[in-house]
């Protein structure tokens, strides 16, 4: 081990916003790459440069002959090393009984490639650069076979299939809701609506390139493994499974990771692959990705088409919601794309709104693309986006005041808790007060005046909101495990098993401790990762990590403050007091302390975030160049512990929907080639693409766990891709344009604006 | 081939390759890891060190060109001491994961040489080649101007 | 990337020398487009000569009929210097407007201009202000230079000294940057040459840069500036044709706005 992660300094009269920072600011932070051992191999993976082929023939003859070369690894050897695919976490059940039909990404291709970029082989090399020369002398044929690039060119009748087990190309026909009570419902309506959204691909672009390091202990037989993930529980468990090397025999250490989205949440063919290799030669094995090859092979986010239609009455109240979905699995099921399509979908299909009958029917679709998996919200902001703009249209459709439509549509407080037709529990939300506050910090009323304004000035402006609902993640082991110990100068350290990738955790939990046990904030340290300890927890995700580990230190303080009454009045505390922690545990001796290790331990479900958000634009018609004047936030995120790190929460998640919904797009063209391989052509929001949030939240906690916290790590994006799509739209049906895709580009909203003729 | 450089205010003489980067002698060569690469088309600015007082992307600049240079990474600017570059991004909460972190606060270094009192326009354009995915920016934008006032003040 | 070696030059002959006897041999000013470019794989050479320090491709002066900038200058030199900002304001402009900051203080005029990226930035007022590449064994004028798409009238091993510009009455660029290369979707440079006459050039949006006669003539009459037509537009997944045509006719708006 060449470094280890800096332990806590801070210098005096410097207000910290987080524990965190100082290493950060200072480069002493300890990132994958950072770690590289002495004697470390390198790894270079060759990659199918075609969407679909078979595999004729490799010959790697040269490759094994090349300077510096250690092993190469085809399929043969993965398979030889008892290693496989890639596992798969969800399945559902389908539309009249059926099982769903999975493919699973094999480790290195066998025979045929389904992607741009699907990993084929590994070369292992004293020297990156050795490695990479000696990869371009692989002699690979493939037949390259036309590639089904997108979603209907897969579904359509007679269409070649990618799988063997998969006929169609549909993994899955799932539905939720009542079918027959929407048709009713829609039969009877005065009014309907439709309106199609899809989401396109994305790349998530974390800054860190994704990158795994291992190093196999021959004595003790264990392999450890460094790598950026979500949390180290759930990365061992999918290596393990995918490398066929018991459990016991990996250690997954993850200390400062740069951003993840939910793309560290799953491992990847370079994860086994590196872990198989360190194994067999007996030296450290690394690979750390070029950002082309991270851009290439990274599962990518979105990829859904969600098709609503809405029956009203004709006050506006809504009858039924129905969604016909499409969702984009990509070449294989290697992350939750299952779980996105199918329960992420429906789970809040009825957004904020009381609809006496719902139905979702989604076709979960393999396509010769990367895999889609989860990103910032999977799934979440998809639907919410597909309920917001809908409702608009329906709005604009029909005469209605969209404002005035949600209102006499929100679920109203005293129907809570609120089972939707479709059999989600949410606990209270106040739909009426964000609403009303972000009307007001708005000045929604006063946009007439300003949209004047800017005509005259040559420019277009529009104002929309978004009224959103998202679920949480739900968790998906029985609960949430931290324990706890005291040192010598009475600091708490937490061992927990879910890793921030800047969500600030350290801090966070530091301050929950404060809260319910008087111990200053700054003698808490939360050790993510595995040390040594077998717990049980979710890792970070789904926005529910605050709530989730949070609520098992919750406990774990309860625990101790139990305790340490206990020992304290052993020792001759008088009754009916307490000690004061901090001056206390430094005095007692090491026996006396490890009295007051505990374990805290918590079991927390979906929770409901949302609010509503306001977003005003102006577009230059002359460039088709859209500015944001104003946006405004007001949520509902249940008890808020850390204010400023929600607000940082909150300002990145609503530039990551900015970015899908002005400038992001990962295209792949009618051979299945990605023309969007660099930042040269994928374009990334910069500063300045979006002003401050305006950010207010109700501070109204929820029941539903201990922290009374309900998440935000996810808020930010699910309201602003509508609110800021709605604002487009505001201005495009001005200006005859019915409908429009994201990304609003400069270059597609002036081909809005000015059609061809 | 060999090259000397001040890394830090500290004399290096090492011996490189003709294709090694500037960021591999400090990554490498150095040990001075926290200077990141986050991208391969020059475009991200996470590899932003000085050289010779000048912001430049390290993963663009080859080690034989920095032969004679004075370099400042992340490590060297602080000191014993945080820069008020470095307070101010900690104190307006202007990091989430801070892999972008060194680069970016190296980049509004040199920016605040230049503009010691920038305008809006100057920031943005002053952070045009560095990248964030995490803060959403408007936090970065707040420390710069915090970092300078603070400049200005203890140069007043 | 490919191993290669790398030597400073200890003077123009050297490097000349150097590249007329070893044909891989390639030399490197900024490096912002090499670099990159041999990191990708997307070439191979056996060593890089570093012309970048060499007093000879340094520097900026103004004389009585023309502005000269070495071809080594960078490109935040050339926006922040006080006589090009008084001789051809336009061209202080440009330089501001390429990349961003930490490519400005690497990347050289006589590397961009022996590039000629379509969607490079100096092209467009090296053409616009009658300019002539001057290298080390001849002299070049803008309109001979530019040969297309990544193409120009530089000889093997040949090597761009400096660039001599007119001085214009009035200068201009206007630039729509690429959402993600930041390069020139239209860019457009106008200069008014005096007895010379008005020029209009246009980058970004073809196969190079080209003149925009149309739009010199409109200027000339006091007339709006009309729609691009030009046989060679680019048109791709960001962007059509038409939309290119567009924005270079805004950009011109621009331009001559600033010059009202």
Known sequence: MSAVPASETSLPGVRYARREDHRLI????????????????????????????????????????????????????VVQQGAGSLPNAFTFPGRGGTTQQVATMPVLAREQVLFVGQPVAMVVADTAAQAQDAADLADIEY?????????????????????????????????????????????????????????????????????????????????RLFTPSQGVTGM????????????????????????????????????????????????????????????????QGRALTLSGSVALDRDGRILALRFDDIIDLGAFSAGPSSLIGARNLSVTMGGSYRIPALYMNSKLVYTNAVPMAAYRGAGRPDIAFAIETLLDHAAHEHGFDPVQLRRINFIPPEAFPYKTANGTLYDLCEFHRTLDRALELSDWAGFEARREAAARQGKLRGIGLACYLEASGAGAVPADTVQGDFDEQGQLTIYGVTGASGQGHETSFATIVEQELGLPAHRVRYAAGYHGRALMGNGTGGSRTLYGAGSAIVELCARIREQAQALWTELGGAAGSSPELASWIPKLDAAQRARLSAEGKAQSGSTFPNGTHVAEIEIDPATGITDVVRYVAVDDLGRVISPQLVLGQLQGGVVQGWGQVF??????????????????????PKAGCLPA???????????????????????????????????????LRRQGVAAMDTPFTPARVWEALNPAA | MKISIEVNGKAQSLEVEGRTLLVEVLREHLGLTGTHVGCDTSQCGCCTVLVDGQGVKSCTMLAGQADGCRITTIEGLGGQSLHPVQVAFTECHALQCGFCTPGMIMSVTSLLAKHPNPTDEQIIEGLAGNLCRCTGYANIIAAVRQAASAMAGSAA | ???????????????????????????????????????????????????????????????????????????????????????????????????????????????????????????????ALDAVVVTERRELAAADFFQGFFMTALEPGELITGIRFKLPRRSAYAKFKHPASG??????????????????????????????????????GGSSVPTLEHPDLLEDIHAPARYRAHLAKVMCEQALRQLA
Request: charged share 20%; net charge negative; aromatic share 4%.
């Open chain 1, 26 to 77: 200072t480069g002493t932070g300890a990132f994958t790459d950072d770690l590289r051992p002495e004697q470390m191999l390198h790894g270079h993976v060759i990659r199918s440069p075609h969407a679909r082929a078979r595999i004729v023939r490799i010959d790697m003859t040269a490759v094994k002959a090349a300077p510096g070369v250690r092993w190469v690894m085809t399929a043969e050897e």
């Open chain 1, 143 to 223: 037949e390259e076979l036309d590639p089904l690039v997108t979603t209907d060119q897969a579904l359509e009748p007679g269409a070649s299939q990618l799988h063997p087990n998969v006929p169609g190309n549909l993994s899955l026909h799932f539905e939720s809701g009542d079918e027959q009570a929407v048709a009713e419902a829609f039969a009877r309506a005065p009014l309907i609506s439709r309106h199609r959204v899809h989401t396109q691909r994305l790349v998530g672009f974390p800054m860190e390139p994704r990158a795994v390091i291992a190093s196999h202990d021959a004595s003790t037989g264990i392999t």
């Open chain 1, 236 to 299: 061992l468990k999918s290596v393990s499974a995918a490398s066929g090397i018991p459990a016991d025999q990996i250690e997954v250490l993850t200390y400062d990771v740069g951003g993840s989205f939910g793309l560290r949440s799953n491992p990847y063919s370079e994860h086994v692959l590196v872990v198989l290799a360190a194994r067999h030669l007996g030296r450290p094995v690394g690979w750390t990705g070029t950002r082309s090859e991270v851009i290439v092979s990274e599962y």
């Open chain 1, 663 to 684: 400038c992001e797009h990962a295209i792949y063209d009618e051979r299945g080639q990605l023309s969007t391989g660099s930042l040269m052509d994928y374009a990334l």
């Open chain 1, 693 to 731: 949030v305006e950010a207010e939240q109700i501070q109204a906690r929820t029941e539903l766990n201990r922290v009374g916290a309900k998440g935000v790590g996810e808020a930010g994006c699910t309201g602003s891709i509508p609110a800021l799509t709605n604002a487009m739209m505001n201005v």
């Open chain 3, 1 to 127: 990337m490919h191993a290669f070696e790398y030597r400073r030059a200890a003077s123009l002959n050297d490097a000349v020398g150097t590249l007329a006897t070893d044909g891989d041999a390639r030399p490197l000013a900024g490096g912002m487009t090499l670099i990159p470019s041999l990191k990708h794989r997307l070439n191979q050479v056996s060593q890089l000569i570093d012309i970048g320090g060499l007093a000879d491709l340094q520097g900026i002066s103004v004389q009585a009929d023309h502005l000269w900038i070495g071809a080594a200058m960078r490109h935040q030199q050339v926006a922040d210097s006080a006589e090009v900002a008084r001789a051809a304001p336009g061209l202080a402009q440009l330089a501001g407007l390429i990349g961003d900051p930490q490519v400005r203080a690497r990347g050289t005029i006589g590397g961009s201009v022996a590039n000629n990226d379509p969607a490079a930035d100096y092209p467009a007022a090296v053409l």
């Open chain 3, 183 to 220: 390069y020139a979707m239209a860019g457009v440079f106008a200069a008014d040459l005096g007895a010379a006459g008005l020029r209009v050039t246009v980058t970004g949006a073809g196969g190079g840069v080209f003149r925009w006669t149309a739009a010199e003539q409109a200027w000339a």
